[in-house]
């Protein structure tokens, strides 16, 4: 082989190698660069529209606190039939994690008003031509902060953007997607809602405990309890009344045939998953089923207050609710550590203290329009004067 021959076969091969290289990147390019989706699933394609998105995660400060960021980019065209118009777009995210069970991501700001709205931000995209956009390189066109959002669980998820492009009539133009994969710190709402759903389940367990303290519960302490499970039990919807107490039937059978739970352990759970207020929503339902025949036996008595200390219970808050909800003509005992706030431990001193304190309040009531109030107020400044002979005296 001549010289002349191997320089024309080494061109050859140069310019193989440059116009493959250049018919690869030009194929890529109208593809949308569709071969590298094949390994990295942060991608995805609008068929229908010609626009690509993709997601990548940036660490950004806000608020003085370290966020996680979301980087949304876009790539290829937006297009559509007729005039010029104003286009914006609206991203949404969903944790996918579960595919059999999509959850949404909900709205930070919403969700601390009580509000379980799911996640939304829009964006501007700015006016398009009849011809549409064409992007040949991707564009940044939003950073969405974690923080801004609570995901459904604490953990790696994996998380799908949805973004909806429309013009000002709201039609839509395109709608890509793509993914990403997050490890969420913090806990999220669907586990908060399974712990109350656990804390709810134990309160019924606490007031089955309170109804059955005598031995067989009444009737009218059952139904307390049944149209609580009703109100409060996520599922518990209409026609669900009969299994509802079929449940609660077996559950009585269990309490009334003798058999006990570690109640204190149970409230020392509640304590750890519930909030101070649920705690108190706990104690009400208590105190509902103890008044349910209009009388609070001693045993009654003695639970509840054993409750209010194992909740973590302000104690002047919870005698208030019990002399709301169990006034004393209720009683079959007076316990004036119960109704007075009088103990044992207390000096003569003390003790003069908080009856006058107690003295003064009732007095008060003692004009009441109300009969029942009246009533009431007598009752306790007869038990007062008792207590007096008893701890001061």
Not at 13 to 42: E, H, M, P, Y
Request: proline share 2%; net charge negative.
């Amino acid at each position: 082989m001549d010289g002349a021959t191997l320089a024309i076969i080494v061109l050859c091969v140069f310019l193989a190698v440059v116009l493959l290289k250049d018919i690869t990147g030009l194929t890529d390019w109208l593809r949308g660069g569709f071969s590298q989706v094949q390994n990295d699933r942060t991608y995805a394609f609008d068929s229908s529209s010609g626009l690509w998105c993709r997601a990548r995660p940036g660490a950004t400060a806000k608020n003085n606190r370290q966020s996680q960021s979301f980087v949304i980019d876009i790539r290829g065209g937006i297009f559509h039939a007729g005039t010029a118009c104003a286009t914006n777009a609206e991203l949404s995210v969903i944790d996918v994690t579960d595919a059999n069970n999509p959850l949404d991501v909900k709205s930070a700001s919403d969700y601390s008003a009580g509000k379980a709205k799911s996640f939304v931000h829009k964006v501007t995209l700015g006016s398009m031509s009849t011809a549409g956009i064409t992007l040949s390189s991707w564009s940044q066109i939003a950073s969405l902060h974690s923080k801004d959002m609570v995901f459904p669980r604490r953990g790696l998820c994996k998380l799908k953007f949805i973004m909806t492009v429309f013009n000002q009539s709201d039609q839509i133009l395109a709608e890509p997607c793509c993914y990403l994969d997050f490890d969420n710190p913090e806990q999220g709402y669907q586990e908060e809602l399974d712990q109350l759903e656990k804390v709810k389940n134990l309160a019924i367990a606490i007031a089955l405990t309170v109804a059955s303290v005598e031995g067989k519960i009444a009737q009218s302490k059952f139904e307390v309890i049944h149209n609580w499970v009703e109100e409060n039990l996520s599922g518990a919807g209409q026609g669900d009344s009969a299994k509802i107490e079929k449940a609660l039937r077996k559950a009585v059978h269990f309490f009334e045939t003798g058999k006990q739970l570690d109640i204190e352990s149970l409230c020392g759970e509640i304590v750890q998953l519930a909030s101070p207020g649920q705690r108190y929503d706990i104690m009400e339902l208590c105190l509902q089923v103890a008044a349910a025949d209009n009388r609070a036996s001693r045993e009654e008595l003695e639970i509840l207050k054993a409750f209010s200390h194992w909740l973590d219970l302000d104690i002047d808050r919870f005698r208030h609710m019990v002399e709301t909800m169990l006034p004393l003509h209720m009683h079959e005992v007076q316990d004036a550590e119960l109704i007075l706030g009088i103990c044992q431990g207390m000096t003569a001193e003390q003790s003069r203290h908080r009856l006058n304190l107690e003295y003064r309040k009732w007095n008060a009531r003692v004009t009441n329009p109300d009969p029942n109030v009246q009533s009431q107020a007598d009752q306790m400044l007869s038990l007062i004067a008792e207590a007096r002979n008893q701890f001061v005296s």
